[in-house]
């Protein structure tokens, strides 16, 4: 014969300590009556509680926790939760009230939870033995007039339901148990630290699904954590509690349960029903004696029978859980705003990146750099030679320097200053464009959610860059000269010079650009130039006038600022873009709060549970 726990208790043995308070008092709170069928929506057109949660259900899930932070996984793991909770009991326990009430058996590995539900509905209806995990699939046992309410499949639905033994944990086994009284269900639950990771989820979500939760421990093991922090998670989500102090030896009963009795109490689980089983043997169908588990079975028969008592755990365990979603849904929305906010500084970070490049662009045409070196050079030969006069002269000036071209085959100084223009330009905006590339690829890097968008093309410009720097550059060439010919288009002179003279004081109101005082040379150009900025400028303002140089220089920095900006928010869009395939919501905490402030709106104008006690059935302890 085999025995649970210890063979040294005879069959003889009485019950060591049994310890079932009255129905009444086993429940802190409850309703006066009970009610079949949901609330009514509120008439004043309050949503109605269903409504609330189905909101707060598509909220969660709505909201993503993409970047690497600390408080990422956490709300990974409780929005599923939360979300597991809804599906497999909230939602479908909101439609039913009065669907069989639903206890899940759970404890440590090798409690004797399987052995304890066999002897409770007087059946081997769930697997026992030595090897561990025993119970891989959870089996659910009701009377066969509850069974077509657990089939349907409202609650707990991503568990396959079949009539066959299974260890599958995606299955749910029913089994029909006609010595179970109707209204009641027990759910035999995989071990709460068993070895197997999916066995350990599957009894988290299961003890989320209960009405009433049965846990089962050990005199060797009551104290140890894993159980007390699900204790301590039931009891915040307002569970109801049963427990069972299983295998306890004779001479140690008292001191056991009083110190039991004393953490539990310590966790304010004072309240929860207590039922002490002795060390003894079970029969032949692996049952233990009926003496006893009779208290227990005595109880939950009082249970079954007290529809009243039934609807006041449903309602005190669906109002916990209510009750602490306001919880998890501002955890969740701090992490959601953690989200944001981390979000906006990756993006800020990228974005001050490239209003530096803009910045140095900006100084750069300020401070004179660009009129050193060939620019300045081109621009010496262009009005050294007295090409910048003879082509405001006459077009001969034209006609000769084509000649010139052709024989020597050398472009003319005019052309060579537009090139050498171009080419300081697309330089600068090249080494621009890296400078923030890699300012932006450090400041992602030095952040862990930035770098795990990182991609090794982000630290420097796009492949195309120089490409378009260079586009960029003749067109605004073009747009100077558009300046020019539109500024000029009712002066005589220019007109008897055509297009050739707008080309050439296009070319000086460009150098124009690269000085902070407008074409108002430098004590630095005056030096290098000897004189002839200063010359052509007069040049230009016999022409056009003092104002009308000014206006054009800068009119045309303006115009190539514009482009500059966008030059550099293609760029940055490159780090927008991968930022944005994370797809982080702008505002998601504060749709977190509205759906949770909603629930606990309605859930306060339900009124599940109210003050006061049941009265206990005829012959409760």
Known sequence: MTTHGDPASGPGAPALVVKPPTISESFS???DETQSTPPTPDPTGRPDLRSTLLDLRSAISDTAYPLVLPSAEEARRTGAAVTAQLDDYLLPRLARLDAPLLVVVGGSTGAGKSTLV????????????????????PVLVCHPSDLAWFRQGELLPGLTRTGDASDDPGTLQLIAAPALAPGLAFLDAPDIDSVVDANRALATQLLAAA???????????????????????????????????????????????????????????????LFVLPETPVDGQGLLPERYTEPLRSWFGRLAADADARSAVVRQTLDGALTALR???????????DQAATAEDLGERASAAYRGGRRTVE????????????????????????????????????????????????????RQLQNAIESQLVQLLRGVAA???????????????????????????????????ERLIRDWQRGVLDLVRTEAGGKRFVARTAAYAVNAMGLAVMVAVFASTAFI?????????????????????????DQAIRT??????????????????????????????????????????????????????????????????????
Do not use: C
């Open 211 to 273: 009405d009433l939760w049965l846990f089962v421990t050990t005199a060797a093991r009551y104290a140890d954590a894993v159980p007390w922090e699900l204790l301590r998670t039931a009891r915040l989500r307002g569970t109801v509690i049963a427990l069972v102090l299983d295998r306890v030896p004779r001479e140690a009963a008292d001191e056991i349960a009083d110190h039991l009795a004393e953490m539990l109490a310590a966790q304010e689980l004072g309240a929860a029903p």
């Open 521 to 545: 040379p430098t004590g630095l150009e005056v030096a290098t130039a000897g004189g002839t900025t200063v010359a052509a400028q007069k040049v230009l303002e016999a022409i056009f006038g």
């Open 118 to 137: 066999n002897s409770l509905v007087q059946a081997r209806v769930s697997a026992t033995g030595v090897l561990r995990p025993t119970t891989r699939a």
């Open 552 to 621: 054009l220089a800068t009119r045309a920095r303006q115009d190539l600022l514009v482009l500059v900006d966008r030059l550099l928010d293609e760029e940055l869009e490159r780090y927008l873009a991968q930022l944005a395939t994370v797809e982080v919501g702008a505002e998601p905490g504060i749709r977190l709060r509205e759906a949770g402030n909603a629930v606990e709106q309605a859930r306060a104008a339900t009124a599940l549970t109210t003050t006061g006690n049941p009265t206990a059935p005829e012959g409760a302890r």
């Open 435 to 469: 400078e923030a590339a890699e300012a932006a690829y450090l400041g992602w890097q030095t952040h862990p959610s930035g770098a795990a968008l990182l991609t090794p093309e982000l630290a420097r410009p796009g492949a195309d860059l120089t490409e378009r720097a």
């Open 327 to 337: 919880t998890a849904v501002d955890r969740l929305a701090v992490a959601a705003d």
């Open 363 to 414: 100084h750069g045409l300020q401070d004179g750099r660009l009129l050193r070196g060939e620019v300045l050079n081109r621009w010496q030969e262009f009005v050294g030679t007295g090409e910048l006069f003879r082509t405001l002269e006459a077009r001969v000036g034209q006609l000769r320097d084509r000649i010139v071209a052709a024989v020597t085959g050398r472009p003319a100084p005019g």
């Open 29 to 31: 709170s409850a309703a």
